[in-house]
């Protein structure tokens, strides 16, 4: 006859049931790296958790012995009421968990220093050095909405939710989004950078072993955000300039009115191809000037800069309105105003409210001062 699990392994097991719930919705892309700056990140995981470990287990384990040493039918323990203090167990609690913090503070240092995504590769792999003659290939990402467009400046060529990369050839990727803030992120390659609309990231990477692989949005950026996803392809060299040669074959061009079409919200977009592109075109997102008849940000950060080193402004003053300067104070001189003067410099001036109880001064209880 079978036995009836005991009470304890049938709340061990409840207890089991959802954390293997959890586990089962995680993917190994982060532990599986195919890249070396995901490599080192990934390590950079095992260390960090090891060093935790070697507080956490041990406290895990004392909690149990203490628990069954001390417990009330043990009448063998010692039981001292009146202790208050250890000097060596005080020293044993403090000095494990500062060492321990000393050596994660200076593990991230070094770590966040080295793989900085905007500090170029030293190797492409461990002991390979990268070559100082070789170019890295350069991408510009754009996130729109919501989907993810590659653009290809030397090849000449652009697509949309498929990026292609030769491996062992380090990638320098220019990232910049049209709308959202957005996360652009191939966990198998390189960690998570941020796609900001008028701005640019930049991200260092690459790729040592060929493959099908999956990157994604990382950041919420709206009602289409969980399928904004891409698919990332490692290709030896003579695969990539082929895979080059056929998205040139779609003939399907990058202008800037198909630009404008394609930054409409869209989701579960497939794959395209775009066989040429608008030279200027990841300058002018940036800049968020693509439409035409839209004033580029650089030139009007430009021309505010001219203002601010005295260029007379064009603005004509309002009848009525107090004049505005034309042109900043001289250097050395202060601006005119009581909040920018010292107390001496300060004088009273004449008083345009009557005293109380003046002709034309209303009686505080008066209607119209209530």
């Not at 039981?79 to 203090?85: E, K, L, V």
């Not at 900085?116 to 003659?133: E, Q, W, Y």
């Not at 260029?311 to 042109?327: D, F, I, K, L, Y």
């Amino acid at each position: 006859m079978r036995q009836p699990m005991p009470l304890a392994g049938r709340l061990g097991l409840t207890l089991l049931l959802p954390l293997l719930g959890l586990l089962a919705g995680c993917q190994g892309e982060v532990l599986d790296p195919a890249g070396d700056v995901a490599l080192q990140q990934r390590n950079l995981i095992y260390v960090s958790t090891a060093l935790m470990l070697l507080i956490i287990v041990p406290v895990m384990i004392l909690i149990v012995l203490f628990a069954w040493r001390y417990r009330k039918g043990n009448k063998g323990a010692t039981y001292d009421p009146h202790f208050d203090h250890s000097t060596s167990l005080e020293l044993v609690i403090w000095s494990a968990p500062l060492l321990i913090i000393i050596a994660l503070g200076a593990l991230t240092w070094s770590s966040t220093h080295l793989l900085d995504p905007f500090r170029p590769l030293d190797r492409i792999a461990a002991g390979k050095a990268i070559d100082p003659t070789a170019k890295p290939l350069r991408v510009q990402v754009v996130a729109l909405d919501w989907k993810w467009l590659f653009i290809y400046p030397e090849q000449g060529i652009a697509t949309v939710n498929e990026l292609a990369l030769p491996v062992d050839r380090q990638v320098r990727f220019d990232i910049t989004s049209t709308n959202m803030m957005n996360t652009f992120y191939a966990p198998t390659m390189a960690g998570m950078v941020y796609a900001m609309p008028g701005m640019q990231s930049t991200l260092h990477a690459v790729l040592n072993r060929p493959g099908d692989f999956q990157g994604m949005s990382a950041n919420y950026s709206g009602a289409g955000f969980s399928d904004m996803r891409f698919k990332l392809r490692g290709l030896p060299a003579g695969e990539f300039d082929a895979w080059v040669a056929r998205v040139k074959a779609a003939r399907l061009p990058l202008s800037i009115p198909n630009y404008l079409l394609l930054e409409k919200p869209s989701e579960k977009v497939p794959a395209m191809y775009f066989a040429a592109v608008q030279p200027d075109l990841f300058d002018r997102v940036v800049n968020r000037c693509v439409a035409p008849g839209t004033r580029c940000m650089k030139d009007v950060m430009a021309h505010d800069q001219k203002r601010g080193a005295g260029e007379p402004h064009s603005m004509q003053p309002v009848e009525g309105m107090p004049g505005r300067h034309t042109a900043p104070p001289p250097a050395g001189a202060k601006p005119e105003g009581a909040l920018f003067k010292e107390g001496a410099e300060k004088s009273s001036g004449e008083s345009v409210t009557p005293p109380p109880g003046a002709q034309g001064s209303p009686s505080p209880n008066s209607p119209q001062e209530r």
